[in-house]
């Protein structure tokens, strides 16, 4: 059984940075397809950057595109999510997930395509 623990989170003005780590334990992710999501208050949960398990390809949502970069390091069994340019609208909790059924270079936008999720980690940008 996959676990993942999400960091990194904070509060954070408008314009800058952080970079969100997703840990995992109890088994290696090294070849599974991986996201990020977010969910902000009153909302639906969202998709935000994927990347496949050979970590060649990846994928954005519009809204983070050119902002935000999602990588992998297969070494410690564990996913970044960079996040530049922060903006108030970013302001959510931030899940990642982990998808142990689909093949390595695969990659998902949805979040029913993955099986393991992190508690969440609660990110807050001031204007």
């Known amino acids: 059984q996959v676990h993942l623990v999400e960091s990194g989170g904070g509060l954070v003005q408008t314009g800058g940075s952080l970079r969100l780590l997703c840990a995992a334990s109890?088994?290696?992710?090294?070849?599974?397809?991986m996201g990020w999501f977010r969910q902000a208050p009153g909302k639906e949960r969202e998709f935000v950057a994927a990347i496949s398990g050979t970590g060649v390809r990846t994928y954005y949502a519009d809204s983070t595109k050119g902002r935000f970069t999602i990588s992998r390091d297969s070494g410690t069994n564990t996913i970044y999510l960079q996040m530049n340019s922060l903006k108030v609208e970013d302001t959510a909790v931030y899940y990642c997930?982990?998808?142990?059924?689909?093949?390595?270079?695969?990659?998902?936008?949805?979040?029913?395509?993955?099986?393991?999720w992190g508690q969440g980690t609660q990110v807050t940008v001031s204007s």
């Open positions: 997930a982990a998808d142990g059924t689909s093949a390595s270079g695969n990659i998902y936008r949805t979040s029913g395509a993955y099986d393991y």
């Open positions: 109890g088994g290696s992710i090294r070849s599974y397809p």
